[in-house]
């Protein structure tokens, strides 16, 4: 009985090793093309942050105090201010919340103190900000981040307004 002895060929070296690029190559394509796209969606996520955070913020603040006619848009030290009245314990109280330099801030304070724009807290920082009483309970908010993202909301105050 004669055993036939197979002849390696360079095919049969090549093919598997041809084989095994091909889809290294193909593994690589793939997660780079799935880090780009992570990247963008990050990139548009952080640069929305800022300026759409800033005006839910806003908004839950307006439906927060929303209490017969005491919200409206008004001047602070200087500032074009979107002011919230409250009553605590007998006793008047302010919130601001407007734009000094490139911060969106917040002040709370009992009526008739003396204070000033820089006293309030910072929210976020932004580039603009700016706010339109359109009538008497629905007020336009529009602000710009650091890096000239806009957004702008429409709000409605539910209560009735009182002049």
């Not at 796209?37 to 759409?52: D, M």
């Not at 008497?136 to 993202?149: A, H, I, M, P, R």
């Amino acid at each position: 009985m004669r055993f036939q002895i197979k002849r390696k060929h360079m095919i049969d070296f090549l093919f598997p090793v041809a084989l095994f690029f091909v889809f290294a190559l193909s593994a690589l394509t793939v997660i780079l093309l799935a880090a780009r796209i992570y990247q963008n969606t990050t990139e548009n996520s952080s640069l929305n942050y800022t300026s759409r955070t800033c005006l839910s913020y806003i908004s839950e603040k307006v439906h927060q105090s929303d209490f017969h006619g005491s919200v409206y848009v008004g001047n602070f030290d200087g500032c074009e201010a979107l002011i919230m009245e409250q009553l605590y314990e007998n006793e008047t109280y302010y919130t601001y919340i407007y734009a000094y330099g490139q911060e969106l801030k917040e002040l709370f304070t009992k009526k008739g103190v003396n204070v000033s724009a820089s006293s309030g807290r910072t929210i976020l920082e932004i580039h603009s900000f700016s706010i339109e009483q359109l009538s008497g309970n629905l007020f336009l908010f529009s602000c710009t981040d650091n890096k000239n993202q806009e957004a702008s909301t429409i709000i409605g105050a539910k209560s009735n307004f009182i002049d």
